[in-house]
């Protein structure tokens, strides 16, 4: 794999900031050469580059080309990571708050002296057709899912998108746990 | 596509052009950086907790009460300037909580491209170290 990334910058410029292209027959006759194998080597970059030319993400439709669709492409991939971050605590929030379901078990235990007495255990917990455990299902699916975007977009290796997740989740971590850090107080620390 | 198996190799580039490793020296030394980077996470993510337990446990008991009771509209006067001290240090506290969390979210996606690289001796790598912080960090957490 090494060697094929040797190869590949051996006829591209070294000081662009282009990333090696995907579609190889549409690209500008600069990138004309001999090999036929041209498109099985360094389909994706595999060190960080910082530019905006020709960069895929995600869904094949997506193409960024210019300066201002890459500015489009870092506020969105900012409020994603945003989203998620928030994703995260409304679904603790949330179960924090469905867990109010308490159920009861008593059961006699025999106690000293012959007499019977009443142990009573409690649990606490969902049950699994209930609607505040479906939502937490759909939602975990939902996480899931911008999880796993996330990851794809951090795997450009581009640095304007993979600064646009970081800034993000701080953000995102920032705004929306501070609400939970104070609601964890209440219950922890006022009486 | 680069290969996209696992591969037993000495040569790898990892995350950065700069970062290129031909030998098997090299290569040990790169294990060694992933594998701190990944003990690094770990410690991170258990210092965080303990940095908000400490937080929540240095700071006035109420200052979330009259955090409520302030947000609900019915401001006091500002004649506790205590309580806007507290509450100063407490955005300090949570921004420096941020920082760190934007610091753990980079070096996960690190690690994860480090993965990606497909060699072996980096995953191993991340593995041990991943061990080795929640082996080491772990424990710190339960004596909160």
Known sequence: MDHSHHMEMSYMDHNSTMPPSHHHPTTSASHSHGGGDSNMMMMMPMTFYFGFKNVQLLFSGLVINTAGEMAGAFVAVFLLAMFYEGLKIARESLLRKSQVSIRYNSMPVPGPNGTILMETHKTVGQQMLSFPHLLQTVLHIIQVVISYFLMLIFMTYNGYLCIAVAAGAGTGYFLFSWKKAVVVDITEHCH | ?144
């Open chain 2, 1 to 144: 596509m680069a290969s996209m198996h696992f591969i037993f190799s000495d040569t790898v580039v990892l995350l950065f052009d700069f970062w290129s490793v031909h030998s098997p020296a090299g290569m040990a030394l790169s294990v060694l950086v992933v594998l701190l980077l990944a003990v690094l996470y770990e410690g991170i993510k258990v210092g965080k907790a303990k940095l908000l337990h400490q937080v929540l446990v240095n700071l006035p008991t109420c200052i979330s009460q009259q955090a409520i009771a302030e947000t609900d509209g019915e401001s006091a006067g500002s004649d506790s300037s205590p309580v806007s001290r507290t509450h100063h240090r407490w955005y300090l506290c949570h921004f420096g909580q941020s920082l760190i969390h934007v610091v753990q979210v980079v070096i996960g996606y690190f690690i994860m491209l480090a993965v990606m690289s497909y060699n072996t001796w980096i995953f191993l790598g991340v593995v041990l170290g991943s061990a080795v912080g929640y082996y080491l960090a772990y424990p710190l957490l339960s004596v909160a």
